[in-house]
Structure formats: structure tokens, C-alpha cells
């Protein structure tokens, strides 16, 4: 099942499932102390029950509220309604892995005055792992994400997020991670710039339970530009060609790192 955190005019927010395509039942109308997916995980990792069986459980003590999915869209498109898509649940930091598929190689070896320097990381037992943002610094469904007026080519990528708690992948969500190809390709050395700036990352909308995914070495990943409502750009690619596990980039990410021990941890790669 997938999970949606929204927001009233209040600044409420509530926790809701889709149950059946295109409909969201709020649990919070159950349990007016479930308002987040963290608070799923803790008790998922408590009783050793899953976080769709936990929701199933709600479900069946009471009839939930219900909303139509494409209202909540429109509603968190237009900026308007009651409610409207939050980030999935508030990530203390997220980090980001760099150079994981080949076609990232390319790109960086094209633009950059150091092109072996890419190849060398691609093809290292480390891989490159870098602070992406804080919460002051992302953004959620439908807002506007940020673009550096010193740099003259700014671009969206679109993302795999592992989500971790004690260690462990327990669920993903979608990323965007803006980027400035120009400042990057003009010194490696300026990646944090290139990366880390206001607004330079967008979550959500959904949390998917990781043993609900499937396999996540194999998803489709898909991006498209809109401008006035006309598709200008569209690309796809596919979690199966990355060189690197997911489970090996959850070990590196917590190697000699001090990660805030808070249970809402975002992790994206690229």
C-alpha cells in the first residue's frame, strides 16, 4: 500500500493509504494519534508486524474517511481545498549517492574538466556520498523547487529514496535531486555547491513499505518537463542498471557517520 501524508489549512496533518487505486482512506480519522508513517515503522518494529498489517488493523476498527486521490492532486496543484500532499514525513538530513549508473558517468565526464575523475568512482569500492540537505533545504509534492541564479544549466533528476530505521531499509519514496551541471563541470570540487542550496531537493509524494515493493533493483524510473502544460522533455531509466546494491549504499551511508537518531532518515541516489 502506498502512504500519503497531507496537510490541512490548520497545519493538521493527517496519515492516509491508498487502499484501492486512486482512493485514500485516512487513518487518522481512526486514530487521531496516528499523523505519520514513523508512527507505523516504531510499532512495526515493536511487534514484529508489518506497516500494511498495522494499517489493515486500523481499517478494520472503524469506517475511515475517504478522498479521491485526483482531488488531493489538484487541490496540492492549484494551492487551493482543505488538503493537500505534505512531504511522505520529515527528514532530519538527506544524503545522496553520486555516479551509481553508467549513463551518470557520461554525463559528468562530458561536462567536467576532470572527466577520469568519475570513472575512478564509478568503478571504486567506495562510492561517493555526499550531504544533500537538511529540512530547511527540501521541499514536498508540488512546490517549487530552487534554481541557482549563478549557474547557467540547472537540472531535475529524478531519484530512488530508501528510507532507514536501525539500520535497515524500510520503505522508498520519490526524490528529486536539482543539480547545477554548469558549477560541478567547472570544478568537481564545487559539488557542494552544485547540490546543496535552497530548495535543492524535493520528497515524496508517497512511502511505499519496502517488503510491498517488490524488487527495488528493478524499478523504472521516469522523469518529464512540462512548461504551459506541453511535454518538453521525457526520459526513463531503471534501478537495474545501477553497479551497486541498495543494502551495500545503507552500509556506506552509516560507515564511521554520525546520522541523527531520529527514525525518518532519506536517502537518495543517483
Sequence with gaps: MRYYKLTGGAGDPRLAVETQEGVLSDLTSIDEDVTDVEDLIQASSLTDHSIDDLAGG?????EPETYQLSEI???????????WLDVPFEAPEVWAFGVTYQNSVFERQ???????LYSKVYNSD???????????????????VGIRGDSTWNVPEPELVFVLYKGEIVGYTAGNDMSSRSIEGENPLYQAQAKQYARCCSLGPAFVPADAIGNAQDLAIRCSILREGKEIFSAETSTSLMNRKLPELADWAQRHNSIPNIHHQYYIKE
Design 126 to 144: 567506495r562510492p561517493a556520498l555526499f550531504l544533500k540537505a537538511t529540512p530547511e533545504r527540501y521541499v514536498g509534492p508540488f512546490e517549487s
Design 73 to 83: 492532486i489538484e487541490a496540492s496543484r492549484a494551492g487551493t481545498g482543505d488538503l
Design 58 to 62: 486500523l481499517l478494520d476498527l472503524a
Design 110 to 116: 562530458r561536462e567536467s574538466g576532470a572527466p577520469d
